[in-house]
């Protein structure tokens, strides 16, 4: 009970608002995106993983568009499922979470690449 609190409690935390119009929607969440986008970038440029130098015939961003895509209409599934403990997201956050991964994306793939 005590980890299914926190999980709720950590969701509903990051799920703060930050800004929102009829075309922006920034939340807390939104920061976990741009660090997906790094990690996902990081994998795909530093992987000698087999699968990942067969992608690299594909642009990097390409392979980061499709893995982003892919996880939000994961996501859409999973938040419409009954019991769900995420509450569901409107299209214009899906939207802006995947520019929000792509962002993350650009930044490892541009300037932090020494890590």
Same mark, same amino acid.
Do not use: C, Q
């Given at each position: ?22 075309? @922006?929607?920034? *939340? ?13 970038? /990081? /994998?795909?440029?530093?992987? *000698? ?23 939000? @209409? ?10 769900? @403990? ?11 979470? =995947? =520019? &929000?991964?792509?962002?993350?994306? &650009?930044? /490892?793939?541009?300037? =932090?690449? &020494?890590?």
């Amino acid at each position: 009970m005590g980890l299914l609190f926190s999980v709720e409690r950590l969701a509903s935390d990051l799920g703060t608002v930050l800004y929102k119009n009829s075309n @922006i929607f920034i *939340d807390k969440w939104s920061l976990v995106h741009v660090l997906f986008g790094i990690l996902i970038m /990081y /994998y795909l440029v530093k992987s *000698d993983a087999w699968f990942i130098k067969k992608l690299r015939k594909y642009s990097s961003y390409s392979i980061l568009f499709f893995f982003l895509v892919t996880f939000e @209409i994961y996501e859409f599934y999973i938040y419409g499922k009954p019991g769900s @403990i995420l509450a569901s997201e409107t299209s214009i956050d899906l939207f802006w979470d =995947v =520019v &929000f991964g792509m962002l993350g994306g &650009f930044l /490892y793939k541009n300037y =932090v690449k &020494f890590i």
